[in-house]
Antibody, heavy 119, light 107 residues
Framework: EVQLVQSGGGLVQPGGSLRLSCVAS????????MDWVRQAPGKGLEWLGL??????????EYAASVKGRFIMSRDDSENSLYLQMHSLKPEDTAVYYC???????????WGQGTLVTVS | DIQMTQSPSSLSASVGDRVTITCRAS??????LAWYQQKPGKAPKRLIY???NLQSGVPSRFSGSGSGTEFTLTISSLQPEDFATYYC?????????FGQGTKVDIK
């Protein structure tokens, strides 16, 4: 069974940093791209970025709202995805989701979400 | 960035109704569009990928169509479990962008 289990959310002051983790199981993690998506309280979904697999250089793409402040990385040996967040702002307050990417978009497997509160 | 304009933003419908949600892209995105369903407090669930391909396990009452700039999600006969918020996502060019969502509630 495919599972994505997230950890690392919490309360952080403006200007602070936080790292989110997402551990995958039930499939070959290194074979697929991974995405991060967030949802501010009461708002819609916002795509944050994507990290490619090893064969495609582990390169990443970011939304303008987080580019230069957030860094995505992955450790295929640990089946883990990370989102390092710096210079956090109150508007970064949201539930953050990791998602597996297949057939060109986040597929049916998402993490449970983790709340980040910047205040 | 490509803007995705989803309409309507909300709708009220009855069980058994046919429901259509539209997403319009600010520029052509070929068929690079997915549809998601989200229920309160839950992660989104992909219904459709590449405009018209039904995600495994998704009931056949859901269908997607379109190309270029205009896309639709249709629910042929609304069921009680379909009351949720629906989002489109363009994955043609970075940054990928979601529509603002359509909340479907009970009439």
């Amino acid at each position: 069974e495919v599972q994505l289990v997230q950890s690392g959310g919490g309360l952080v002051q403006p200007g602070g940093s936080l790292r989110l983790s997402c551990v995958a199981s039930g499939y070959t993690f290194g074979d697929l791209y991974m995405d991060w998506v967030r949802q501010a309280p009461g708002k819609g979904l916002e795509w944050l970025g994507l990290i490619r697999k090893k064969r495609d250089g582990y390169t990443a793409e970011y939304a303008a709202s987080v580019k230069g402040r957030f860094i995505m990385s992955r450790d295929d040996s640990e089946n883990s995805l990370y989102l390092q967040m710096h210079s956090l702002k109150p508007e970064d307050t949201a539930v953050y989701y990791c998602a597996r990417d297949s057939r060109g978009s986040p597929d049916d497997y998402w993490g449970q979400g983790t709340l980040v509160t910047v205040s | 960035d490509i803007q995705m304009t989803q309409s309507p933003s909300s709708l009220s419908a009855s069980v058994g109704d046919r429901v259509t949600i539209t997403c319009r892209a600010s520029q052509g995105i070929r068929s690079d569009l997915a549809w998601y369903q989200q229920k309160p407090g839950k992660a989104p669930k992909r219904l459709i990928y590449s405009t018209s391909n039904l995600q495994s396990g998704v009931p056949s009452r859901f269908s997607g169509s379109g190309s270029g700039t205009e896309f639709t999600l249709t629910i042929s006969s609304l069921q009680p479990e379909d009351f949720a918020t629906y989002y489109c996502l363009q994955h043609n060019s970075f940054p990928w962008t979601f529509g603002q969502g359509t909340k479907v509630d009970i009439k």
